[in-house]
């Protein structure tokens, strides 16, 4: 535990973003698993509709560096050869 208080708080405010981070990954795991569902299930509009959608936050969360910007260019990459 760390007897400073700079670094008390430091430690209270990462475990603050490691959590709002956690949520945001699982949400877009969530949306993701919808978007393969769709493609599996063969419907073609549905999937773009999802795919559009899992695309900003992608693209939302590379930009606030939560997921690095080469994986989000891998997903999205995965979206477009299983079609």
Do not use: G, P
């Not at 992608?58 to 997921?67: E, P, S, V, Y």
């Amino acid at each position: 535990m760390a007897n400073i208080k700079s670094s008390k708080q430091h430690n209270i405010k990462s475990q603050r973003k490691r959590c709002y981070n956690t949520s945001r990954k699982s949400m877009l795991r969530t949306f993701m698993k919808k978007v393969f569902l769709a493609i599996t299930l063969k419907k073609k509009n549905i999937a773009m509709k999802e795919f559009y959608h899992v695309q900003s936050i992608l693209d939302r969360l590379a930009m606030k560096k939560i997921i690095h910007k080469n994986t989000v260019s891998q997903y999205k990459l995965r979206f477009i050869f299983n079609n």
